[in-house]
């Protein structure tokens, strides 16, 4: 028996696919405004999710969609720093936002995001937004070279299929996003191929006082990958390895994710002792972390938001940040365009430079690691510029502010090249 949908209307301001962080920051605001917002997510929440741990600059647009108090009263552990160990497992000094900017704004939280996401969406719903679950986008229609609205799977329309017009389609589908790859937009990083396994912990050992929330990322001994080490509510550990995909699953006897997994703990001296004593309470779950970016951001009627304008290697969990930030940048230029009656590419992708300018500075950073950056002995080199580190490790990355840290990376990694082996 086919059964219906909800009723929609034909016709809506904004059409939003996809209800992950991305989509409803961007639908709630352009709901506040005045404007109708149709939004479509193909699975029904709460959902699971990983990319679990928040960064500080989150807490702007995540006060101004006013959900601050929801996440307090979630009790999430609360999150005050990052630290880095090395392959030899010797920790760096811990990064204290809090020291570095001494606000409301430096206290962040590790997110469940199965929780986390619901609330953000019923938030969406709360400002309007016309919210369906379980609904497929299955394309995205276009009149030449203009988005007019989206197709939706339902069963019981003739053909299996319905149509909602609008002024606006913001892809929100994160890496399975519809318009990319239909125009042929995404990029692939030639440098951060990489891929990801992990599950959860509980009992591991964590640290006390404001340390105990802290983000730790953990280099493997030989410097091809690292774990990361998130503490979460009731006890438990989210741990995972990431590292580059032909070294994670080609080249090696087993193909098992179990046994992939234990063989890189076994190479993680800063990892071992944290989880000798604790028992593992989720499955092993893996994913390509391949890094891409759309050469738009925007084009006639539609825009791109999350991950479906780019995704970028999860070494210092900006993900959600990126997300945030480019769902409330994009809502902006769609109320001002849908004012001026203009949803031009133009008036729409009217943030972009900026957005991947920010990108490229996380970029930079994350690549410094891979290629053998040591946090602690550039900040003994330069204590000087130990806060504009730290301004990026908190996401402050919307300015040029932290360029100054460029040409004393550039020469800190020149000495570390030259330098004669030991022996």
Same mark, same amino acid.
């Given at each position: 028996m086919m059964v219906a949908l909800p009723e929609t209307p034909s016709r809506t301001d904004v059409v939003v696919i996809g209800g992950g962080p991305a989509g409803s920051t961007a639908a709630t605001l352009v709901a506040r405004a005045g404007h109708r917002v149709t939004? $479509?997510?193909?699975?029904?929440?709460?959902?699971?999710?990983?990319?679990? #741990?928040?960064? *500080?600059?989150?807490?702007?647009?995540?006060?101004?969609?006013?959900?601050?108090?929801?996440?307090?009263?979630?009790?999430?552990?609360?999150?005050?720093?990052?630290? $880095?160990? &090395?392959?030899?497992?010797?920790? #760096?000094?811990?990064?204290?936002?809090?020291?570095?900017?001494?606000?409301?704004? #430096?206290? &962040?939280?590790?997110?469940?995001?199965?929780? $986390?996401?619901?609330?953000?969406?019923?938030?969406?719903?709360?400002a309007g937004v016309d919210v369906h679950e379980g609904v497929r986008v299955l394309e995205v229609l276009f009149d030449g070279e203009r988005a007019r609205g989206v197709a939706i799977a339902d069963p019981a329309a003739p053909g299996g299929r319905r149509e909602i017009h609008a002024d606006v389609v913001v892809d929100a589908a994160g890496q399975s996003g519809l318009i990319l790859d239909r125009l042929g937009l995404r990029e692939w990083d030639p440098v951060l191929k990489k891929a990801a396994i992990w599950t959860y912990w509980k009992?591991? &050992?964590?640290?006390t006082g404001r340390d105990s929330g802290a983000t730790l990322v953990m280099q493997l001994d030989n410097k091809l990958g690292w774990f990361w080490y998130i503490p979460l509510r009731d006890d438990v550990t989210s741990v995972g390895v990431v590292a580059p995909f032909d070294y994670l699953f080609k080249e090696r006897s087993t193909k098992d994710h179990e046994g992939i997994y234990l063989e890189e703990i076994a190479r993680c001296p800063g990892v071992q002792p944290r989880i000798a004593a604790a028992t593992r309470v989720g499955p092993y779950r893996a994913a390509k972390e391949y890094s891409y970016r759309s050469r738009k951001v925007a084009g006639d009627g539609w825009v791109l938001v999350g991950d479906a304008f780019g995704f970028l290697d999860p070494l210092y969990s900006s993900g959600i940040l990126l997300a945030l930030h480019s769902g409330a940048k994009a809502a902006d230029a769609i109320v001002a365009g849908l004012a001026a009656g203009d949803t031009s590419a133009e008036r729409l992708g009217s943030w972009g430079a900026e957005y991947v300018a920010g990108m490229e500075r996380?970029?930079?950073?994350?690549?410094? $690691?891979?290629?053998?950056?040591?946090?602690?002995?550039?900040?003994?080199?330069?204590?000087?510029?130990?806060?504009?580190? &730290?301004?990026?490790?908190?996401?402050?990355?919307?300015? #040029?502010?932290?360029?100054?840290?460029?040409? *004393?990376?550039?020469t800190f990694r020149s000495e570390r090249q030259v330098m004669p082996a030991a022996g």
């Open positions: 939004l $479509f997510e193909r699975e029904r929440f709460p959902r699971y999710h990983i990319g679990e #741990s928040l960064i *500080p600059e989150t807490f702007w647009v995540l006060e101004r969609l006013g959900v601050l108090d929801g996440l307090r009263d979630a009790a999430y552990v609360q999150k005050r720093s990052v630290q $880095f160990v &090395t392959g030899t497992g010797k920790l #760096s000094a811990p990064f204290y936002f809090q020291e570095h900017k001494p606000e409301a704004s #430096s206290q &962040t939280w590790q997110v469940e995001r199965a929780d $986390f996401d619901l609330m953000m969406l019923d938030n969406a719903r709360a009992g591991a &050992t964590r640290d996380m970029r930079r950073l994350v690549c410094e $690691f891979y290629d053998g950056f040591n946090f602690g002995g550039f900040v003994k080199k330069h204590p000087d510029l130990k806060g504009h580190i &730290t301004d990026l490790l908190i996401g402050d990355l919307f300015t #040029s502010r932290t360029d100054v840290l460029v040409e *004393p990376m550039d």
